[in-house]
């Protein structure tokens, strides 16, 4: 299998295909009152501990996945690219966010409202089969992610992060990929401090694994950062 294919079956959560298939009437409910909203980078779309109202569709952009530590800090766990919907868990188990989303880029996230959403998951039971298997995919992808911090160095988890947001951000016809993402983001990622991180980018430079262009990461050898990220 793929690298690329293997990074999208561990730590993607590959929602984006949940309307696909569906009757037309029923994703007529979910669009009767969708709205689309701008959000400048770094604009919160939704927070932790808030009510949820609705569900979210990344149209255009990346939107970043945090929780609070006990710090103080947040934690970056997981970066919505375009297409992928989220905020979904909340509404099906009528709780909280338990995690913040976060433009991390200038985006268009589309907006489905939580009355539109479970009408449409009332009356479509291959709506609901594809809710319940997204949710168990994601349950994996996560399980993933806590293992990445618990097995992996912190030399592995910056260049396996790198991978996985180079998936994120890379477009069709593209010969090179712009990773774009601060220091900052990229330490919360990865789960350590900033200065490690930008220790580790000077060291794949080195190496020539990368370069970067202000906060643009552009990756150069990918072969040799799939090794150090030493995942497969």
Do not use: W
């Amino acid at each position: 299998m793929k690298t690329n294919n293997i990074l999208n079956n561990q730590f993607s959560f590959n929602n984006q295909d949940l309307l696909t298939g569906i009757p037309d009437s029923i994703c007529k409910m979910i669009k009767a009152n969708m709205i689309t909203a701008y959000f400048k980078a770094g604009q919160s779309i939704f927070k932790e501990g808030q009510q949820p109202k609705g569900i979210y569709r990344v149209k255009k952009g990346k939107v970043k996945k945090s929780t609070q530590t006990n710090f103080g800090t947040q934690h970056i766990f997981y970066v919505c690219s375009e297409k992928e919907y989220l905020g979904y868990h909340s509404i099906l188990s009528q709780e909280l966010y338990p995690d913040s989303a976060v433009a991390l880029v200038d985006s268009e996230i589309e907006f489905i409202t939580e009355d539109d959403f479970l009408r449409a998951v009332d009356a479509s039971h291959l709506l609901s089969q594809r809710l319940l298997k997204n949710l168990s995919h994601e349950f994996r992808v996560f399980i993933n992610a806590t293992k990445m911090l618990a097995k992996h160095t912190v030399r592995e988890r910056s260049a396996l992060n790198l991978l996985i947001l180079e998936s994120k951000f890379r477009l069709q016809n593209q010969e090179e990929t712009e990773i774009i993402i601060n220091r900052d983001d990229l330490a919360s990622m990865v789960g350590t401090a900033k200065e490690s991180v930008v220790r580790m980018l000077k060291d794949f430079k080195e190496e020539q694994l990368i370069t970067t262009k202000r906060s643009s990461i552009f990756i150069k050898n990918y072969s040799g950062l799939v090794k150090v990220a030493n995942f497969q």
